[in-house]
């Protein structure tokens, strides 16, 4: 599924790396704090829902991009548009849930513009349906695209950043794996997985020169698999409580630019509320229950239920 692509990213910018999260990490970290050129930023699942958002931010900042998704005819616009607009970008659609399509993927992305300098994990997604209702083969599947994929990748493309001493991966992970999100099963533990995995990742890594991030999304309002769902209700995402997709790309880009370990994209008390549903995990489930998140849900799964007939 992978497509040829003959552009070769050459632009390049002093970007610098800073190291400023709430913990201080200069001091421990071992990794020389100078400016870094920003290079060549291989996106996943950037044919649609956020990831033209993390594109588009990217490509502000100066990154030439390798986009991938299962859409070539989207990837291709995408990449259309942001040629137009100035910046250096190939569209290689591939399958991330397919080993195949993952390693190739990897290796046309090394061999078109020579190097992958961040890697964002974006493509992910959920069937949210019934545990019971759902066939392994299903899970498994979830499981492929929304950890296993990010972490194949991630193994493939760690030892050129390695060799060249820089790197950054974003791992786009989401509230719900620590909420106890009605449905979400899968998905879940899945998305937990990725954050577990970034934090290790990070702290490995780091003193040879490759960092890594997590962004944790809660409900964002105008793309992505929360909007899909308030659509096939029929309904419209609130302003309050829920982030614009635009706040996605700004958040994987203040990841690179200032290190750091994770950024929550919530409004408001949502930094507060996801630290405290890490401390009290019974919070996630009585949050669900008090704002209508498990009847909301349940009308979802009703729905699809009917829409399989």
Not at 50 to 75: D, H, K, M
Not at 143 to 168: C, D, K, S, W, Y
Request: proline share 4%; charged share 25%.
């Amino acid at each position: 599924m992978i497509a040829a692509a003959n552009n070769r990213c050459n632009k390049s910018l002093e970007l610098p790396i800073i190291w400023s999260q709430e913990r201080d990490e200069r001091s421990s970290s071992g990794v020389e704090e100078v400016a870094k050129t920003a290079g060549v930023a291989l996106v996943t699942g950037a044919s649609r829902g956020i990831g033209p958002f993390i594109a588009r931010s990217l490509a502000e900042a100066g990154y030439s991009l390798v986009l991938t998704g299962r859409s070539a005819s989207e990837l291709e616009a995408l990449a259309d548009d942001l040629k137009a607009k100035g910046t250096t970008a190939v569209a290689l659609p591939a399958d991330l849930t397919v080993t195949e399509d993952v390693e190739t993927l990897a290796r046309t992305a090394e061999r078109e513009v020579s190097r992958v300098d961040v890697l964002v994990n974006n493509a992910g997604g959920d069937p949210q349906r019934e545990f019971d209702d759902m066939t392994w083969a299903e899970n498994d599947a979830i499981f492929q695209l929304n950890v296993i994929a990010p972490m194949r990748l991630t193994h493939l493309l760690l030892p050129g950043m390695l060799e060249r001493r820089r790197g950054h991966i974003v791992n786009i992970s989401s509230i719900a794996g620590r909420v106890g999100f009605p449905y979400t099963e899968a998905y879940a533990a899945a998305k937990d997985g990725l954050m577990g995995f970034t934090r290790v990742l990070r702290n490995d890594y780091r003193s040879r020169g490759v960092s890594a991030s997590v962004v944790v999304l809660g409900a964002i309002r105008d793309a992505g698999q929360g909007q899909r769902i308030a659509d096939q209700l029929g309904m419209k995402m609130p302003a309050m409580g829920t982030s614009p997709a635009k706040a996605v790309g700004k958040a994987v880009v203040a990841a690179i630019e200032k290190d750091r370990a994770e950024i929550v994209v919530m409004p408001g008390p949502g930094r507060l509320i996801k630290a405290l549903m890490d401390l009290l995990p019974s919070m996630g489930p009585a949050m669900n229950q008090a704002t209508g998140a498990n009847a909301t849900m349940r009308s979802v799964i009703e729905f699809r239920r009917r829409s399989r007939g």
